[in-house]
């Protein structure tokens, strides 16, 4: 099923340009494994076959939805520019570990299958999420390395939740922040009923120990955020097993403020440009 999603009435940012491509936007659902999966397209008008990005929204796992996704993954497809398909993945409690990686790696599986009807092109294909997105992101590249049936050429961890235990957390003490500690474990028990599953790789990143073979990443952290400390553990773990990664701690911002930092869309931007720009259709058979 697709419905159309009528132009964003927001004010751009200031400092922020128009978008380089008219956008179209809509809605549509697919079958997923907890039921229908719905995703929202983002498709710029193009004459040749554009770079493909999944982007997942935050909500800390309980909440959030493609509305919530919709400034990043509208700015990132008209100014990249990218096809994205944003993703309403599974929420706990009602669909705890792992309805949501899996609902998320079904829509990255449908959309690089799909890529060439979307104008996308299958060879450049990146994930990208905010806070339990990020979480995600970070899961999607792991488990598409691990059955390898799609290959991810980059990562894109804004604020990620990465840490379930939450024993890092205390290393951000006594920032502010606008999110606690209890409230992110709180959380987490909802996503993650069973204490075995805080270990999972796929629900905590940070406990795997094989980052060697990973897509290259870029983690962007918050200074005044209780979770930057896991982030920019996890971005240590991926530079010591040999994986690419940019990592960047933005001063004075809080965990709610990042995403509306003045500099992370053009950082973020570059890097995926830098990652997803040197293939083209020259040469593909």
């Known amino acids: 099923m697709?419905?159309?999603?009528?132009?964003?009435?927001?004010t751009p940012p200031a400092g922020a340009s128009a978008p380089?491509?008219?956008?179209r936007i809509r809605n549509l659902d697919i079958a997923?494994?907890?039921?229908?999966?719905?995703?929202?397209?983002?498709q710029p008008a193009a004459e040749a076959l554009l770079p493909l990005v999944l982007y997942l929204h935050g909500g800390r796992f309980v909440g959030g939805s493609l509305d919530d996704a919709e400034p990043m993954a509208r700015h990132i497809a008209g100014h990249l520019p990218a096809v994205v398909v944003s993703v309403d993945y599974a929420l706990a409690p009602a669909h705890p570990f792992p309805a949501?990686?899996?609902d998320a790696y079904a829509a990255l599986r449908w959309a690089a299958e799909h890529a060439a009807s979307l104008g996308a092109d299958d060879r450049r294909i990146a994930v990208a999420g905010e806070e339990a997105g990020g979480n995600l992101a970070a899961s999607l590249a792991l488990i598409a390395r691990d059955r390898q049936d799609l290959k991810i050429a980059a990562q894109v961890l804004i604020g990620p939740m990465l840490d379930p235990s939450m024993t890092r957390?205390?290393?951000?003490?006594?920032?502010?922040?606008?999110?606690?500690?209890a409230d992110f474990a709180h959380c987490y028990?909802?996503?993650?009923p069973q204490l075995s599953q805080r270990l999972h790789p796929y629900a905590a990143p940070l406990e795997s120990c094989r980052q060697a073979g990973l897509p290259p990443a870029y983690?962007?952290?918050a200074a005044q955020d209780l979770l930057h400390c896991e982030a920019e553990s996890y971005a240590g773990a991926l530079i010591s097993a040999g994986v690419h990664t940019q990592v960047e701690r933005y001063?004075?911002?809080?965990?709610?403020?990042?995403?509306?930092?003045?500099?992370?869309?053009?950082?973020?931007?570059?890097?995926?440009?830098?990652?997803?720009?040197?293939?083209s259709d020259a040469g593909r058979p």
Not at 32 to 42: A, D, E, I, T, V
């Open 100 to 102: 949501a990686p899996e």
């Open 32 to 42: 997923g494994p907890n039921g229908r999966l719905p995703l929202r397209l983002y």
């Open 189 to 192: 028990r909802q996503y993650l």
């Open 20 to 23: 380089q491509a008219a956008l």
């Open 219 to 221: 983690i962007a952290t």
């Open 2 to 10: 697709t419905s159309a999603v009528p132009p964003s009435s927001a």
């Open 169 to 181: 957390a205390g290393h951000a003490a006594p920032l502010p922040a606008a999110v606690s500690a």
């Open 251 to 279: 001063a004075g911002a809080d965990h709610a403020a990042l995403l509306a930092h003045p500099q992370l869309r053009d950082c973020l931007l570059q890097f995926l440009r830098c990652r997803l720009g040197a293939c």
